[in-house]
């Protein structure tokens, strides 16, 4: 985890400190979440033409790029824009961010792209798992109770 000032990991621990009811997940969010930075802007461009995405449809477009682009990752959690805002985007495999949904007309010298990222990676094989059993959850808070239902590792009434 990089030890830096970052506006994200702040707004995750507000979300803590406000949210009774979950603030197992945040903590475990938090603990399993990675911050990244390195934007591979070209290759966001090259997946989002492949995968004709479309804007503010970041879940959707992520979700249908993992199954056909196989060296990437399903990463889902916040990006900083003016704002911390719920995101998706991808990983390759040099840990670069892909982008498609923010790179729909950018160019380099007026991009739409976070200045960092920030969150956790789904596998490819519980991503669908977890979408049909509820559309409108995030997946990482989903991913987070299929674990600890699996691991009882938190009590029922934490979750």
């Known amino acids: 985890m990089n030890i830096y000032k970052s506006e994200l990991l702040d707004h ?3 979300l803590a400190k406000f949210m009774d009811k979950t603030k197992n997940y945040h903590k475990w969010f938090k603990e399993n ?4 930075n390195k934007i591979n802007k070209i290759e966001s461009v090259k997946v989002q033409k492949r995968n ?4 503010k449809r970041c ?4 979700y249908k790029a993992v199954y056909k682009e196989e060296n990437l ?3 889902e959690g916040y990006t900083m824009s003016l704002i ?3 995101h998706a985007f991808l990983v390759n495999n040099n840990n670069e961010v892909i982008d498609p949904t923010l790179s729909i007309n950018t160019d380099i010298s007026n991009d739409r792209y976070g200045s960092e990222y920030y969150g956790i990676e789904i596998p490819r094989n519980m991503i669908a798992r977890l979408r049909i059993k509820d559309q409108y959850s995030p997946l990482p808070f989903l991913y987070f109770k ?4 699996k691991r009882n590792i938190y009590t029922k009434e934490n979750q």
Do not use: G, H, M, W
């Open 59 to 62: 879940f959707d477009n992520c």
């Open 12 to 14: 995750v621990d507000q």
């Open 73 to 75: 990752k399903y990463i």
């Open 146 to 149: 299929y674990l600890t239902s």
């Open 52 to 55: 004709r995405t479309k804007i």
């Open 84 to 86: 911390p805002i719920e």
């Open 33 to 36: 979440a990675i911050i990244y």
